[in-house]
């Protein structure tokens, strides 16, 4: 069971919009600290693709965006591509465990 | 370019140890927070442990979450720029790939700095009798 709560699958044909949620509590999102997202292609390594809740990292495509409010994230991927199918994770610092925790992933299929 | 090389795993016994080494190359590796992240067969990611030693600090400050405390060490050795990960009393559910990952800030004062901005590609670790 992750801390960090997230849906384990999503889809959306291409061009369309889908958007992840990550829902957590006031010790890791909700309180003073930051979403960060990051991409995994399988049997690859993670790859950041969102950080400080909305910034774009470098060199990824401003089609992908994100969010935070209260104890909730969330991460949208418009124009939807066969390129996107991936997994995708949440993570943030939380300060009662006083370590970083991480949503539970979801794959997003393009139909 | 930021490389970040992990060795080290293997097949070990229950109960048993292993030490994962990470070498890490292009960037000055004092002046970062450095993690070791797992991810179980099938299944999401994990942080296991971060440090922080800078030359700032007389000892280094080291992080671990709850599942591995007290079993796992980690520890850097800034002259060859390597990052270790000692794992004691192994459990089949420690079974994973662990990752090595470069955090983007030097410590964890301004968390709006920190994140995981470089992976290595991992090395896999089976608990398995």
């Known amino acids: 069971q992750s801390v960090l709560a997230q849906p384990p699958s999503v889809s959306g044909d291409p061009s369309q919009k889908v958007t992840i949620s990550c829902s957590g509590t006031r010790s890791n999102i909700g309180g003073d600290t930051v979403v960060n997202w990051y991409q995994q292609f399988p049997g690859k390594a993670p790859k950041l693709l969102i950080y400080y809740d909305d910034l774009l990292a470098s060199g990824v495509s401003d089609r992908f965006s994100a969010s935070k409010s209260g104890t909730s994230a969330s991460l949208a991927i418009s124009g939807l591509q066969a390129e996107d199918e991936a997994d995708y994770y949440c993570?943030?610092?939380?300060?009662?465990?006083?370590?970083?925790?991480f949503g539970g992933g979801t794959k997003v299929t393009v139909l | 370019e930021v490389q970040l090389l992990e060795s080290g795993g293997g097949l070990v016994q229950p109960g048993g140890s292993l030490r994962l080494s990470c070498e890490a190359t292009g960037f000055t590796f004092r002046d970062h927070v450095m993690n070791w992240v797992r991810q179980a067969p099938g299944k999401g990611l994990e942080w296991v442990s971060s440090?922080?030693?800078?030359?700032?600090?007389?000892?280094?400050?080291?992080y671990y979450a709850d599942s591995v405390k007290g079993r796992f060490t980690i520890s850097s050795d800034k002259s060859k720029n390597t990052l270790y990960l000692q794992m004691n009393s192994l459990r089949v559910e420690d079974t994973a790939v662990y990752f090595c990952a470069k955090d983007h800030a030097a410590d964890y004062d301004i968390l709006s700095e920190n994140r995981f901005d470089s992976w290595g590609q991992g090395t896999l670790v089976t608990v398995s009798s």
């Open positions: 993570a943030a610092w939380d300060d009662s465990l006083n370590g970083w925790v």
């Open positions: 440090i922080i030693d800078s030359s700032r600090l007389s000892s280094p400050s080291t």
